[in-house]
């Protein structure tokens, strides 16, 4: 059974930084892309970034600049570096990873910034 764990979410100061971690167990084949999102409070889950296999990667507009997502494709790990935290960035980040088009999420991991 696939399980996808995040870690590395906490409490920072505006301006600081988190990075975020993803560990997957159970994978038996090949995971197409991984990503992260997030849902803020009174919001709708949105995407924050992805990446394919091959590295090509994607990022909300809002997070450009200030976010980067990496992942190993050996260890089936994804991870996100998020620099230069805004209020606005508060939210449950949830660790997404798509296999042969099912997509598997973790329990979510939470980001916390203080103005």
């Known amino acids: 059974q696939v399980h996808l764990v995040e870690s590395g979410g906490g409490l920072v100061q505006a301006g600081g930084s988190l990075r975020l971690s993803c560990a997957t167990f159970g994978i038996t084949g090949s995971i197409n892309d991984m990503g992260w999102y997030r849902q803020g409070p009174q919001k709708q889950r949105e995407l924050v970034a992805s990446i394919t296999r091959g590295g090509s990667t994607n990022y909300l507009d809002a997070v450009k600049g200030r976010f980067t997502i990496s992942r190993d494709n050996a260890k089936n790990t994804v991870s996100l570096q998020m620099n230069s935290l805004k209020p606005e960035d508060t939210a449950v980040y949830y660790c997404?990873?798509?296999?042969?088009?099912?997509?598997?999420w973790g329990q979510g991991t939470q980001v916390t910034v203080s103005s």
């Open positions: 997404n990873a798509r296999i042969n088009q099912r997509d598997f």
